[in-house]
T-cell receptor
């Protein structure tokens, strides 16, 4: 299957700092990438849809100024958690879409805000 | 609105047993896709299968098989001769194929534990 990478896999930061997470499609070009958040023992919650060269579309209740998404190329999307707080601690997962059908997921990034 | 229900929160079996994970979905669309993903303890979601709404043929891939029945809006997943490595959380998901929406709606997941 298609390969999607995320970096970093783990990040621990102090409250108030900003954290950038990268999502890359390694062996294909992805016009659309998605960002999800997953709390322990829960399902995935879609945060936003990211299209290359255009502004991301955020789901209801997700603060766009808090979670900045940039999709600068067909293989890279970034999620920046600005002024992170302990409640932002979570597992963040990106996915990249091939065609209009299947999403392939990255390995996820565990964020811990102290 | 779309909805995916995985009624089984947790299942525990002994190695070599067969196990079926249930998935029931709701959608008003006539064209849609159904998916199963596996999430092992490492966290990465692994794509298992995609099925479009016009293809009701059951599929078998090794020890995995899927039973898609539109009449009951179900897309169940069976693992035969389960192994310890099958232990994971399994998510069923639904997406629309029309209307420009490529979003996946996930069920809450079923945690499968296969004991030796």
């Amino acid at each position: 299957g298609a390969v999607v990478s995320q970096h970093p896999s783990w990040v621990i930061c102090k409250s108030g700092t900003s954290v950038k997470i990268e999502c890359r499609s390694l062996d294909f070009q992805a016009t659309t990438m998605f960002w999800y958040r997953q709390f322990p023992k829960q399902s995935l919650m879609l945060m936003a849809t990211s299209n290359e060269g255009s502004k991301a579309t955020y789901e209801q209740g997700v603060e766009k100024d808090k979670f900045l998404i940039n999709h600068a190329s067909l293989t890279l999307s970034t999620l920046t958690v600005t002024s992170a707080h302990p409640e932002d601690s979570s597992f963040y997962i990106c996915s990249a879409m091939i065609g209009v059908e299947t999403q392939y997921f990255g390995p996820g990034t565990r964020l811990l805000v102290l | 609105a779309q909805k995916v229900t995985q009624a089984q929160t947790e299942i525990s079996v002994v190695e070599k047993e067969d196990v079926t994970l249930d998935c029931v979905y709701e959608t008003r669309d006539t064209t849609y896709y159904l998916f199963w993903y596996k999430q092992p303890p490492s966290g990465e979601l692994v794509f298992l299968i995609r099925r479009n709404s016009f293809d009701e043929q059951n599929e078998i891939s090794g020890r995995y098989s899927w039973n898609f029945q539109k009449s009951t809006s179900s897309f169940n997943f069976t693992i035969t001769a389960s192994q310890v490595v099958d232990s994971a959380v399994y998510f069923c998901a639904l997406s629309e194929a029309l209307g420009g929406s490529e979003k996946l709606v996930f069920g809450k997941g079923t945690k499968l534990t296969v004991n030796p």
